[in-house]
């Protein structure tokens, strides 16, 4: 029988694997900490379901790629919404 936190493992992987989305996004849709999915995805996924991780692992891996590039379009939208400048 598997416990609640190989469930919640094998949930959030499915999650991030079929939406593509962020440990931030994922955790704010499972109502979980940060911490919590990557510490479900980094240490008990690969256990339970290797495959399934290997996925998970290559969308992180592109998120952390990208997110340079996220942090600066927040920034900048920042500004020019602070200064009602419109693209």
């Known amino acids: 029988m598997k416990s609640n ?3 919640r493992a094998i949930r959030l992987g499915e999650y991030i694997s079929e939406h ?6 994922t955790a704010a ?5 940060k ?9 008990v996924l690969p256990k339970l379901n290797k495959g ?3 996925e998970v692992r290559r969308i992180l891996d592109i998120n ?4 340079h590039l996220r ?17």
């Open 5 to 7: 936190i190989e469930d």
């Open 20 to 25: 593509g989305s962020t440990v931030r996004d």
């Open 52 to 54: 399934l991780y290997a």
């Open 29 to 33: 849709v499972f109502g979980v900490s």
């Open 35 to 43: 911490s919590t999915v990557h510490k479900d995805i980094t240490s």
């Open 71 to 87: 942090g600066g379009e927040a920034t900048k939208n920042k500004y020019l919404s602070l200064h009602n400048i419109s693209k």
């Open 64 to 67: 952390k790629e990208e997110r």
